[in-house]
């Protein structure tokens, strides 16, 4: 057994070594190693010195070198011969890698291991040996290693994307260059989302990965990109505002909030519509500079409020944009720092790149009228941008918006299933005494929030400044003779826009076209983002009139639990 199997030993790696392309043997050598070397050596050095010998004659008699004799020509052949004997003599693996693909060419660890499987083939038999059971040849676990065959492969498309995702694990190429690297962002997003599962050893299935233009968020709108979340949209109205019919788009996944603002939409329309008022329309940008001592930040400030200097900072402000015009600076002082708050009109812009391009440069400009002046930070807090201040309460932000709606009597029993009196108590309660009871800032309000977002997400605005648009107070009151219902939203700072961020992204675009306000206004410039800020204050109305009368009803609970509750067996899907 022991010849047979150094038999089959020796004939598999002949065809091992015959599998690599090439071999090791020295008598493969046409002449013995020592004798070959005595041969090519003189013979590479004796031409070299031959030709130079040579040339330097051709040089000092002044004949062109291109001309050569029989015996040149020969003495360049073999020079050149030599020189590659030589060449894959010193260096012979680096000779192999040219010569043949790496692939090719096994290792003495590869030979081993391929010989090692053949002969485990070679014993293993179709049936069981009487005498003992096969042996149980188990490898070990890999340390350190990512665990990938737990995870779904993401389908990449060539053995390049392969090898871009092994980089990327490896830390060779950072995540972040996939783009400028491969000129493709769609591929970028699938290379760095396979990266990601073999480096966390988590799956992303469920994800979507395609059917998204990642060209259309690149630089603008998100970094490094491994899918895109869905959010469903539904339609709530049609909303009478204004004499205009809206179909309201809201994304969210709050069951019963859409079927919520939708009915009051109806009782809206019912009663002949909402009006709706924009009171102000301003974005604001508030940098903070310090000085040596209170009293020169007192004198910027006086500069600042001078009327007689506001038409020069105006002109320096709106320098910086078509759009962008200053309107107002509110200064304040705390010790020997100074907070200026920039409020200009934006256009159909959200605005806040076009203010801050303004701000830095009425920034530049005062550096050269106070050059003790200190900029801290372009923005200082006073603005204030995604956090609820007092100062966007009172002062407003972006677009500031009252809408009202008279609902008749008879709407409000058979639409809304309550009465005018519960509904003026229950928002004096709640909205005013118990959000004052709650120190509430801006939230005198039953859910204004839940509206804002769901028609934020849709119509591609910044999420994160629901904070503050969603600042409203809600009045309701009944009105002749109280027999009807006068309901009254006040919104002071709802930041919008039309156009920029995510507005022109395909899914968010087509909801703006919906409500007629895609784009840039080419008749007035901000008309768009205006009437967006009177759809999402009316839309606002129809969810405080809803849900305010769900709660004088008793509707609420069952409500959620009819449209908001899963039917789905929670037990089966988690096994």
Known sequence: MAAARSQLKESNLHKITAKGGHSSDPDALPLPLYLANTVVLPLFFSTVYYLLLQWREKIRNSTPLHILSFSEISAIIIFFAS????????????????IFPRSEILDDEEIIEDL????LNEDTRAAPCAAAPPPMITSPKPKNKIIENQLPPTQLSSEEDEEMVKSVVEGKIPSYALESKLGDCGRAAAIRREALQR???KSLEGLPLEGFNYDAILGQCCEMPVGYVQIPVGIAGPLLLNGAEYSVPMATTEGCLIASTNRGCKAI???GGATCTVLKDGMTRAPVVRFATARRAAELKFFLEDPLNFETLSLVFNSSSRFGRLQTIKCAIAGKNLYMRFTCSTGDAMGMNMVSKGVQNVMDFLTKQFPDMDVIGISG???????????????????????????????VKKVLKTNVAALVELNMLKNLTGSAMAGALGGFNAHASNIVSAVFLATGQDPAQNVESSHC???????????????????????????????????????LNLLGVKGAS??????????????????VLAGELSLLSAIAAGQLVKSHMKYNRSTKDVAKLST
């Open 199 to 201: 480096i966390t050893g």
């Open 522 to 539: 080419k008749e007035l410039p901000g008309a768009n983002s205006r009437l967006l800020a009177t759809i999402v204050a009316g839309s």
């Open 473 to 511: 107070i809600t009045m309701v009151e009944a009105v002749n003779e109280g027999k009807d219902l006068h309901i009254s939203v006040t919104m002071p700072s709802i930041e919008v826009g039309t156009v920029g961020g995510g507005t022109q992204l395909a899914s968010q675009s087509a909801c």
């Open 381 to 411: 807090n006073y603005c204030s941008d995604k956090k609820p201040a007092a100062i966007n309460w009172i002062d407003g932000r972006g677009k500031s918006v009252v809408c009202e709606a008279i609902i008749k009597e008879e709407t």
């Open 83 to 98: 020189f590659i004997y030589l060449l894959g003599f010193i260096g012979i693996g680096f000779v192999q890698s040219l």
């Open 116 to 119: 090692d499987q053949l002969m």
């Open 269 to 271: 329309s019912i009663s």
